[in-house]
């Protein structure tokens, strides 16, 4: 989205996003990038990219005005008093993140880079979407730096932005990260990928728009609301299937996918009923984030079927909420951070979808860049498992945790004085790998204590640094 669509959705702001435009234009114009593109042009397309994602206003002019803390003489003041305290926080935020790193050295910049944008965000979540659509434009330049540092950028991408992005919900920003990085880094895979995926698609364009006629043709006696689309999956996440199927393109099935929208989550789960009428599942690859939403508030019916000239394709079934919950994530909710003292379920919602950076806050402080990286990678890695408390309250957790890893994520106490667990009311060992769908009860003493042979085991960086921390408090 452009920005004079932006200001004509958002009027009321129009007179200071077009002064922030006037601002930025004049202090960054006359500096140029690597690319050749100045530094007002970067601006602009940081806060289109906000745009994109309909996300505040004030984001939006945080984007226009990210740069100019660091590459100016403006002082901070100067911004608060023209544009307020909440535009200059944001600024200021992003602008630590790449001071900060500046003084440090080559091993310890990454880790102390992704340190601080965390902290930043515990502040104002805004500044890590600052920082996300930045990297995004950032990757647009990134083929006019020398080698090595297209290589660092791309795969920090990859191994912390995008899945942040991830985390957050923000997946039509988390594929652009993707694409863009795994296209710096590897140009001639992205490109031959790119040529397939438009021969496959046009390929099956007959067969996708039979699909498409046999679905409404039996799905319209239900005489429910229906939006259908086909789309195919992002170029890098393909790439991923090949190198973890260890098969060529070619072999890869599920390039392509449908997309079914509607109004209810009844109708949602009518339309996945008739659909098992109408195609062949396939074994296993059911999955309802509808019953079982993820951390990220993501909820959707996946289905994967057989269809005519034994193609396989999978079937995404959501309500139209859900869908743009699964476009623009965190960013469709802002609101209801504003109105959080209303209460609601909705402002639950949102602080939900963030807490996992409060354990992430909580657990940076007491290690090294490097262990701070390894564990934040851990935290968001995309395979997670998702299981239950007693109550039915979900937790998710790298799949490989334990009911350790569990028990912190509830709660500092109940890791603390953990001595058993049962999971789905058996005893279980405390090495015990938990499933999705577990639901798990946490056995507490007052006389127990955590063990250093627990660190043997933990997935979690949080309850490594508890442990750890409980260790070094008694031998005070």
Avoid at 281 to 289: A, C, I, L, N
Avoid at 372 to 383: Q, R, S, V
């Amino acid at each position: 989205m452009n920005i004079k669509s932006y200001v004509a959705a958002n009027p009321s702001f129009k007179s200071q996003v077009e002064n922030a435009l006037l601002f930025a234009e004049k202090n960054l114009a006359g500096l140029k990038r690597s690319s050749g593109r100045t530094y007002y042009q970067h601006a602009l397309g940081v806060a289109e990219n906000l745009a994109e994602l309909n996300f505040d206003p004030l984001a939006v002019i945080s984007g226009i005005l990210h740069d100019i803390l660091e590459d100016t003489k403006i002082e901070k003041e100067n911004i608060q008093k023209q544009f307020g305290n909440e535009i200059a926080n944001i600024v200021e935020g992003v602008t630590k993140i790449k001071k900060f790193t500046s003084i440090l050295s080559d091993n310890d910049r990454h880790g102390e880079n992704i340190r601080k944008l965390i902290i930043a965000t515990a502040k104002d979540i805004r500044v890590i979407f600052v920082k996300l659509a930045d990297r995004l434009d950032n990757l647009m330049d990134l083929k006019y730096l020398p080698r090595d540092r297209i290589i660092r950028m791309a795969n920090e991408t990859l191994d912390i932005y995008a899945p942040i992005a991830h985390r957050l919900g923000v997946y039509t920003l988390k594929a652009k990260l993707e694409d863009y990085a795994f296209m710096n880094l590897e140009p001639e895979l992205f490109k031959e990928l790119s040529v397939k995926i438009n021969e496959r698609e046009a390929e099956q364009q007959e067969t996708l728009n039979n699909i498409v006629r046999i679905l409404r043709k039996n799905l319209e006696p239900l005489n429910v609301y229906l939006r259908i689309s086909a789309r195919p999956k992002n170029i890098y996440s393909i790439s991923r299937k090949m190198k973890k199927q260890n098969k060529p393109f070619e072999e890869i099935q599920d390039i392509l996918g449908i997309r079914i929208i509607t109004d209810t989550v009844e109708s949602c789960y009518s339309i996945l009923s008739k659909l098992n009428d109408i195609f062949q599942p396939v074994t296993g690859s059911f999955t309802d984030y509808i019953a079982h939403p993820k951390p990220n508030m993501y909820r959707s019916i996946h289905t994967t079927v057989k269809i005519p000239e034994n193609h396989i394709i999978e079937i995404q079934i959501r309500t139209e909420e859900m869908h743009r919950i699964a476009s623009y994530g965190i960013a469709a909710h802002w609101k209801y951070k504003e109105s959080s003292k209303a209460g609601g379920n909705k402002s639950r919602d949102f602080d939900e979808k963030i807490s996992w950076l409060a354990s992430i806050i909580e657990w940076q402080g007491s290690s090294s860049s490097k262990e701070f990286i390894a564990g934040l990678k851990t935290e968001l890695e995309f395979n997670q498992v998702f299981v239950f408390t007693p109550e039915g309250d979900i937790k998710s957790l790298p799949v490989g945790s334990t009911p350790v890893d569990f028990a912190y994520k509830v709660h500092t106490d109940i890791g603390n004085h953990c001595h058993g667990a049962k999971v789905n009311n058996k005893m279980v060992t405390l090495k015990y790998n938990l499933l999705n769908g577990d639901t798990v009860e946490i056995l507490t003493s007052k006389n127990a204590h955590p063990s250093q042979d627990w660190l043997k085991f933990v997935k979690t960086p949080l309850a490594r640094t508890k442990i750890k921390n409980y260790d070094k408090s008694k031998k005070k």
